[in-house]
């Protein structure tokens, strides 16, 4: 029995619900974050706090606890489930709604998963798709159209770009390595993701619009996300990428980003792979 | 104690929860849709169900009971809560997912709650702002963008518009009341409102582009809505609508609304206000 948190309790997860006047069932209205926890130490969490805390305030929803509280919550259901690799989910929902449409009191619970290795891959095949998401720079919980378009995906995810321009995956970050050996990730319409942003800072990427042009000419491509970490891309709707292969600086990328959670964690993720 | 039905069983409301692995909670991804009971007669209920099962369709989720079944549940519901005006409202969600991403088996649940009357008025106030809703014409549980809007909203409503041309409101329909007294609301990008498409019938309207300049030019305004019904609105962002009082032809469409409602429950549901 794995041991969540919810509204200031411990209690068995199998045993967390909500009634279904919570607004999240009610107009899918909340938050949530995800960080890794390797070797039973949570990785980038100061990080994914201060953007739980940011989504929060877009949404005017108040977790009624502190920074260094969630810390403790935290580091107490690591010791109490004890799980090597995993993932902790904050979620913050809009709370029981008489009228079901007004915020009194939100519910916020923590959760923790065992993680699964990520998918072994030559690299990804994606097709874009014209969409933008709903305040982008807010982790809601809407992900109406990219589960709709899940079940009918035959490719391994979907770009989404308005008019050519590219922002992101529903849940990932997209970037190109120029014919110049810059990295590069769309700067507007998109969640500001952790990886994405400790990506930029090992490879002194920039931040600017990415259209299918760009692509066209790109030398490498690949995805980011707490889970994925960086994954290389090959092919993007008809468009082949670089020689078809993963690129060398995507590999190095992902090295970088290993030895960085190795220094956090003393253990590499991979080895749990 | 209010009965509520949840997957095949009829239940105590209050003890309707669904556990945090619910697609709704994690993914904000559900379907629903609503519509009165008057004198224990539902209102226009086949429009409604036939409605629920297109929204279904559309996110590829299976209620798992056909539409005779389920206007025997909501006839038991009537009986059983004994409401004299009331709502019943259908949700489908995603269903409990152990990956959070994956559409297994989905929940399906209905609720039967008090209506409150509907608030007098002199004529709405409302503002534009710039939205378009993901899969308008899926009457889908995302309310992201309304319900942060709703916070911080001085008027009585939120009118979206994309470049100008009008869709609707976050929980409602829009009409304008042309100079030639033609009756008319936006065609493209909006839910199909069940109300919208009464009133379409009764006025003998039409179903076309609406700019904020055909605002300006309009005669009367409206919103329709399963609750509002025909409530007249007197002046989106500084334009008055007409001489600012509620229109003639806006009070006979709701007279007339009233009337098909007496015809079908037996009673004008305004002698319930």
Redesign the interface.
């Known amino acids: 029995v794995r041991t969540a948190y919810f509204n200031g309790e411990f209690i068995a997860e199998?045993n967390?619900?909500?009634?279904?006047s919570?607004?999240?069932?009610?107009?899918?209205?909340?938050v949530f974050d995800f960080f890794r926890v390797v070797n039973n130490v949570p990785v980038f969490m100061n990080d994914h706090l201060d953007r739980f805390f940011r989504s929060a305030e877009?949404?005017?929803l108040d977790a009624g606890v502190e920074k260094e509280r969630i810390k403790s919550i935290v580091h107490e259901l690591i010791e109490r489930n004890d799980l090597r690799l995993s993932g902790i989910k904050l979620?913050l929902?809009?709370g029981y709604s008489p009228?079901g449409?007004?915020?009194i009191l939100p519910n916020f619970?923590i959760?923790q998963h065992p993680l699964?290795p990520r998918p072994a891959t030559n690299g990804f095949k994606v097709i874009t798709y014209e969409?933008l998401r709903?305040?982008p720079e807010v982790k809601?919980?809407?992900?109406?159209?990219?589960?709709?378009l899940?079940?009918k995906l035959s490719a391994d995810d979907v770009l989404y770009h308005q008019n050519g321009e590219i922002s992101e995956f529903p849940?990932s970050t997209f970037f190109i390595v120029t014919k110049n050996n810059e990295v590069v990730t769309p700067a507007k319409n998109v969640l500001r993701g952790i990886t994405r942003k400790k990506v930029l800072d090992l490879s002194n990427g920039a931040e600017r619009t990415v259209t299918i042009d760009d692509i066209r000419n790109a030398r490498e491509a690949f995805v980011t996300s707490t889970t994925k970490q960086v994954l290389p891309i090959v092919q993007i709707d008809d468009m082949i990428i670089g020689d078809g292969k993963p690129g060398k600086i995507t590999r190095e990328l992902d090295a970088e980003l290993q030895e960085l959670i190795k220094k956090i964690a003393g253990a590499q993720p991979t080895i749990f792979y």
């Open positions: 199998q967390l619900c909500l009634h279904v919570d607004l999240s069932i009610q107009r899918g209205y909340g877009a949404l005017d979620t929902t809009g009228g449409y007004e915020v619970f959760t699964q969409h709903e305040q809601s919980i809407n992900y109406l159209t990219g589960l709709m899940q079940k849940r």
